[in-house]
């Protein structure tokens, strides 16, 4: 079992930036992909990006060169910055791990929401 709890979501303005955070309740070494998908009212649920636990990204298409994830193996955390934010980046953020055993787990979610 592994909780996720995110952090780090709010109200901005379009252009500003927010730092997303994902702290697991162990260990993350055991961890094979942190994950981090994201949800907008009435549209249904989307990866943003991933990182393996070898450090191997990928973004979807609309934030790349955007948004950055990383993770934290010592910290067993996982992050998404997210820069140049759009209106159209507003939804709830969820972190998502999956297990080297395929098991996976989600978080509650953080809302941002990106004025313009």
């Known amino acids: 079992q592994v909780q996720l709890v995110e952090s780090g979501g709010g109200l901005v303005q379009a252009g500003e930036s927010l730092r997303l955070s994902c702290a697991a309740s162990?260990?993350?070494?055991?961890?094979?992909?942190m994950a981090w998908y994201r949800q907008a009212p009435g549209k249904e649920r989307e990866l943003v990006a991933a990182?393996?636990?070898?450090?191997?990204?990928n973004y979807n298409d609309s934030v790349k060169g955007r948004f950055t994830i990383s993770r934290d193996n010592d910290k067993n955390a996982a992050y998404l910055q997210m820069n140049s934010l759009k209106p159209e980046d507003t939804a709830v953020y969820y972190c998502?791990?999956?297990?080297?055993?395929?098991?996976?787990?989600w978080g509650q979610g953080t809302q941002v929401t990106v004025s313009s």
């Open positions: 998502k791990s999956t297990l080297i055993t395929g098991l996976t787990f």
């Open positions: 162990r260990s993350i070494f055991s961890i094979s992909t």
């Open positions: 990182i393996t636990r070898g450090g191997s990204t």
